[in-house]
């Protein structure tokens, strides 16, 4: 069923009613279906915050629908089409590709913060196809382009509402239409920002220049980004602007995974306590697992979630023995964490071409091989629109015990990566993948440093985080041991997406 055919409950509705009577405010009547011109220089911010299974998912979609079906024009990353004096505009937003592609799992139409606030310059030729697409323009006729290719450019759009897949479709690359990419110049309207909890103050200000009417749904129960010493951006707005949902929905009650979640509130729960009932509920649920060994073949999809850094390492560098990869290169399948570009300010292009595409600081990558040119490397993007992507690449290797890392590729300049098999709970948030598997040790050592964090124990925030990442079964791993692969890495599980996005020619 569709998340927005669902009823909502009490706290939910008052929540609605609250961001609908914003929306009024600002020109937009859910109720009548009418709409006016944005108000200059008005602005307004609300925060909806509940736990996992509160609903906030629910709650976004069912406004989503109700904005679209207003006549609001929702804005993706890719194209925005002409702009009108009395058009009101949408953008659904999530602070990394992963966070982005669960929602649109779910049927929202999401895209990263970054795709917004930079948006991609054109080819004048092939813009007439994208406002075509859009219903702002006749049908071009095109040198080089069928009508068979512009009958399979619409059939893609109407299915998939991409306007670069669409003209991947008739047989064109990124390149072609793709110029570059510019910083917004204008603001938008209405901004949806999922995930709130992970957003820092500048990208907070970011989206205030941009947006004149700001929602973020945000958990309070996780953490806050490293940055911001335990506080989240939500925590300044006025108490009238924050709308807490706390109801868990019916039909997630019956969970297992977020019956354990929900359970670190208890004030009076110990660490040894948490894991007995860990175990109680995997004797009875198949969906809780506990765990002797880490199981090697997930880690090549969905990480091993850690506390600390060395513990990480550790584990990465075991991964790799277990799959006899060599020192010097590596294997098709292993997975990869963007940590950022190495790229010197003169080339900003380069930096805005890699970002638009996914490769941000946080993405989750699998390699895929060499690419044609030195440096360069073949990579899948998770959770992207259009995942594949070869561009100019660093990968590091770190090492136990060694202050350097290894580097077995390296181009001059580009985008670079550390392995993902294991991550930290802080860089896992904002994901989810259907099996997650938690290091217990880890967990058991920040509860006995007795650390806390915005008043709360720091083990606790630490496991309903990593807990909530898991959307169909949980590994709670309580040994150091690594389990033996059941067989060679592989790519074959990873969808090519709709656009072969040609980076090495526009990033060498």
């Given amino acids: ?91 659904i937003l999530a602070p990394t590709n992963k966070a ?65 897949g669409a003209l991947a ?14 910083r917004r110049d204008e603001p938008l309207d209405i901004g949806f920002v999922d995930e709130g909890s992970m957003l820092d103050d500048k990208q ?14 945000g958990d309070p129960a996780q953490l806050a980004p490293v940055n911001q010493s335990g506080n989240m951006v939500f925590d300044k707005l006025p108490v009238a602007a924050r709308h807490e949902l706390h109801r868990v929905h019916r039909q997630e009650a019956d969970n297992p995974i977020l019956d354990l979640a929900h359970a670190l509130g208890d004030a009076n729960l110990g660490f040894e306590d948490f894991e007995k009932l860990v175990e109680e509920t995997a004797q009875k649920d198949d969906r809780v697992v506990w765990g002797q060994r880490v199981e090697v073949d997930l880690m090549a999809r969905s990480p091993v979630l ?13 991964f790799r023995r277990v799959h006899d990869a060599p020192e010097d290169q590596l294997l098709a399948g292993e997975p990869l964490i963007c940590d950022g570009l190495e790229l010197p300010l003169k080339h900003r292009k380069k930096r805005l071409d890699l970002e638009a595409r996914g490769l941000i600081k946080g993405a989750q990558v699998i390699y895929l091989g060499p690419g044609k040119k030195q440096g360069f490397s073949r990579l899948h993007v998770i959770g992207a629109e259009d995942p594949r992507v070869s561009a100019a690449s660093i990968v590091k290797i770190e090492l136990p ?78 040994r150091n041991r690594l389990a033996k692969p059941t067989g060679p890495l592989d790519v074959s599980d990873l969808r090519t997406g709709p656009v072969p996005l040609m980076l090495e020619k526009e990033t060498e």
Avoid at 29 to 58: C, F, H, N, R, Y
Avoid at 204 to 217: A, C, Q
Avoid at 306 to 318: D, F, K, S
Wanted: include cysteine.
């Fill in 401 to 478: 015990d060694e202050d350097e890392p290894f580097i077995p590729y390296a181009a001059r300049m580009g985008a670079t990566f550390l392995h993902g098999a294991a991550v930290t709970v802080h860089k896992a948030q904002g994901s989810q993948w259907q099996n997650v598997q938690v290091f217990a040790p880890d967990l058991f050592v920040a509860a006995r440093m007795g650390r806390l964090e915005a008043g709360q124990p720091l083990w606790k925030r630490l496991a309903y985080v990593a807990i909530t990442r898991a959307s169909d079964r949980l590994y709670w791993v309580v």
């Fill in 1 to 91: 069923m569709d998340v927005t055919e669902l009823s909502l409950s009490c706290d939910q509705t008052d929540a609605y009613d609250n961001i609908k009577s914003i929306l009024c405010g600002a020109g937009i009547d859910l109720e009548s279906g009418l709409l006016t011109p944005k108000i200059e220089g008005k602005q307004a911010i609300a925060a909806v915050m509940g736990k996992a299974g509160s609903g906030k998912t629910l709650l976004l979609a069912r406004l989503v629908k109700a904005l679209d079906e207003a006549g609001v024009d929702i804005v993706s990353g890719d194209y925005e089409g002409r702009r009108r004096k009395d058009r009101r505009t949408l953008a």
């Fill in 306 to 318: 850690v506390w600390r850094n060395a513990t990480r390492i550790r584990l990465i560098n075991a």
């Fill in 100 to 164: 982005a592609s669960v929602l649109r799992m779910r049927g929202v139409p999401a895209t990263t913060i970054h795709r917004i606030i930079y948006t991609p310059v054109y080819d004048p030729e092939y813009e007439r196809i994208a406002d075509w697409l859009a219903g702002n323009g006749e049908r071009p006729e095109l040198d080089g382009l069928t009508d068979e290719a512009l009958d399979r450019a619409v059939e893609f759009y109407k299915r998939h509402k991409s306007i670069p």
């Fill in 169 to 182: 479709a008739a047989g064109l690359r990124g390149s072609d239409f793709i110029t570059g990419w510019k």
């Fill in 204 to 217: 907070f200000e970011d989206l205030r220049e941009i947006f004149s009417t700001l929602v973020l749904f």
